[in-house]
C-alpha cells in the first residue's frame, strides 16, 4: 500500500520541473504502478467499440462496489476471472477458444463453458419432447471428432426445451489440458439427443453461435485462476457501505500543521483516464486509495489504534529512555482489496482482484 502511495506521489508536478524531468518521473511512476497492477505493459484498448459481457460485468458488480472496492473478499476462489470467445465464428456445436493470454503462473481453479440456450424449434405432430439430454466433449482429433477415440466426454445432462437461457457446463479437466499442451486445444463438440440418447433429427434444441446472433449472446468460456499475488498479512475485509466517501476540497496544507494534526485517513483519488488507462479498463474509471497522515504524540489515545509496541515505543521516545527512538508512525492497519473489470492484450474481458490497495484505517505502528 505505501508503495502504492509513493508511486502515485511521484506522479504530482516537482516544485520548478524541466520538461524532461516530468516527463521522465511519470514514465517511470507509471511503470511501476503497471507492476503493482502485474503488468509489463498497458493493453491497447480495443480495435473497435466492445461491449463486455453481461456476464462479466454482473459479476464485477457482485464483487465489488462502484470504485471497485471489494465488498465480499469470500465470493471468488481464486483472484482472476476471464473470459472468452468462441472463435469457430458460427460452426454449429463446435466451439474453439484460445487461451494464450493465459500465463503459466496461473492456477487453474474452475472453468466453465456458458452457452445460451435458444427458444425450441416447433415440432409437428402429436409427440413433443420435454426434455433433451446435452453432452460436453473435448474433442481430440480435428477432422473426426465422431471416430474411436476422437473426443472424450466431459459431461452430460437433461435440459428443458420449454424455456431459453444461459446453460453452463463444466469444463475445467479439458482446460487443463490444453494448458499442460497447447496443441491438443481442438476444440469443444456439443451433442443434442433423445432421453435415452436417441438421436433427434432435427435436433429441436439450439445454441446460439458466435457468427449468427448477438454479441450479448455468443457461447463463451469462462476461467476461474489464481496467480498466486499476495499482499501483506494486514487484516483483509470487504468495504463498510458501497460508495466512494467525498473527496477534499481545496488548498494544500503547510506540512508543519499536518504533523500537528492527529493520525487519521485522508482521501488519495486514483484517476484512470488521468493517467492514461482508461482505454483498455471498462470498471472502475477511478477509486479512493486513501493514505494515512498525522502524528503519534505521547499518550497514545484508543483512537489512534496503536499496537502495544507503538505504545512502548511512544512511551520511551517520551521519556528519552533510549537515544534514536523515534516516536511511532502513522500508517494503514487495514487494507482492502480492488477489482479491475479490463480488456487484455487479445481483447478478452479480465476481472482481477488486487490485494492492499486501500487504506481501511490508520493507526500508530
Not at 94 to 113: G, M, P
Not at 249 to 271: A, E, F, K, W, Y
Request: glycine share 8%; aromatic share 8%; charged share 20%.
Amino acid at each position: 500500500m505505501l508503495g502504492t502511495v509513493l508511486l502515485l506521489l511521484a506522479l504530482s508536478k516537482p516544485a520548478c520541473p524541466s520538461p524532461d524531468s516530468v516527463a521522465s518521473r511519470r514514465a517511470e511512476a507509471l511503470k511501476r504502478l503497471l507492476e503493482v497492477f502485474g503488468m509489463e505493459d498497458p493493453p491497447p484498448p480495443p480495435s473497435h467499440s466492445k461491449q463486455p459481457p453481461q456476464y462479466m460485468v454482473d459479476l464485477f458488480n457482485t464483487v465489488a462496489n462502484a470504485d471497485g472496492v471489494t465488498k465480499n473478499p469470500d465470493i471468488l476462489e481464486g483472484n482472476t476471472v476471464r473470459s472468452f470467445l468462441d472463435k469457430t465464428h458460427g460452426e454449429k456445436m463446435r466451439f474453439l477458444f484460445i487461451l494464450s493470454s493465459v500465463a503459466k503462473n496461473e492456477k487453474i481453479l474452475t472453468a466453465e463453458l456458458h452457452l445460451f440456450r435458444l427458444w425450441p424449434r416447433a415440432t409437428n405432430g402429436p409427440k413433443r419432447h420435454h426434455f433433451c439430454q446435452v453432452s460436453v466433449y473435448q474433442v481430440l482429433e480435428k477432422g473426426e471428432p465422431d471416430a474411436p477415440g476422437g473426443k472424450k466426454l466431459l459431461g452430460a445432462r437433461l435440459v428443458s426445451l420449454q424455456s431459453s437461457g444461459w446453460e453452463v457446463f463444466a469444463i475445467t479437466q479439458a482446460v487443463r489440458d490444453w494448458m499442460e499442451d497447447e496443441s491438443s486445444n481442438q476444440g469443444l463438440l456439443v451433442t443434442v439427443q433423445g432421453l435415452g440418447g436417441s438421436p433427434l433429427d432435427p435436433p429441436p434444441l439450439q445454441f446460439a453461435s458466435g457468427g449468427d446472433h448477438h454479441e450479448s449472446k455468443k457461447p463463451m468460456l469462462v476461467l476461474f485462476t489464481d496467480d498466486g499475488r499476495r499482499g501483506a498479512s494486514l487484516p483483509m475485509t470487504g468495504f463498510p457501505g458501497g460508495s466512494r466517501p467525498p473527496l477534499l476540497t481545496g488548498p494544500r496544507s503547510i506540512r508543519s500543521l499536518d504533523r500537528l494534526q492527529p493520525c487519521q485517513r485522508h482521501p488519495l483519488s486514483v484517476d484512470f483516464e488521468e493517467i492514461g488507462w482508461s482505454g483498455w479498463i471498462i470498471s472502475p474509471r477511478g477509486y479512493n486509495a486513501y493514505h494515512c497522515k498525522g502524528s503519534c504524540p505521547f499518550p497514545l489515545g484508543e483512537n489512534m489504534r496503536p499496537t502495544n509496541h507503538a505504545t512502548v515505543q511512544s512511551i520511551i521516545n517520551a521519556l528519552k529512555l533510549s537515544e534514536g527512538v523515534s516516536s511511532p508512525c502513522c500508517v494503514p492497519d487495514k487494507l482492502y482489496s480492488i477489482n479491475l473489470l479490463y480488456f487484455d492484450d487479445d481483447e478478452n474481458v479480465v476481472l482481477k482482484q488486487y490485494d492492499d490497495m486501500v487504506a481501511g484505517s490508520c493507526g500508530c505502528h
